[in-house]
């Protein structure tokens, strides 16, 4: 009997422990549906389709996401909502993040640092817009 597809979707796994993570569960008998949002879509296909994973069993699907953008976190949202169909999510994984000193401007001119806009609030707001999305 063939295993379900578990589904993981996730932020921050273009490097690092988000990274090591999706590679990780690639190399599993486990089958995996990943959708993970990026800024750098096309960067972030090429290093997973560079690790030669089995695409028979995985599917990987990247967005793009820009977790300082709020309408990008909503279409982000769609798009996810959109790819699960009726499927559920088994894995939620928010783990994008920034480190970027308070004292520097905002681009957009905002008073609040955009550290704390996307480290917080737009964790939160990806998580609230997915809701919404789906009971609409």
């Known amino acids: ?25 690639l190399g599993q008998s486990q089958p995996y549906k990943f959708i993970l ?31 300082s953008d709020l309408k990008g976190v909503r279409t982000f949202a769609s798009q996810t909502l959109e790819k699960l169909g ?15 000193s308070a004292e520097e401007p905002e681009a957009w001119g905002s008073r609040w640092s955009e550290q704390y806009i996307v480290n917080d609030l737009c964790e939160c707001h990806e998580l609230s817009d997915c809701e919404n999305i789906e009971n609409s």
């Open 37 to 67: 949002g990026a800024r750098d879509t096309k960067g972030v296909s090429a290093s997973f389709a560079a690790l030669n994973y089995d695409t028979n069993k995985h599917e990987l699907s990247v967005f793009p996401l820009e977790l």
């Open 86 to 100: 009726r499927g559920k999510v088994d894995c939620l994984l928010l783990n994008a993040g920034m480190v970027k």
């Open 1 to 25: 009997m063939a295993a379900i597809a578990k589904t993981f979707v996730a932020t921050g796994c273009s490097s690092g422990l988000g990274f090591e993570l999706v590679k990780q569960l």
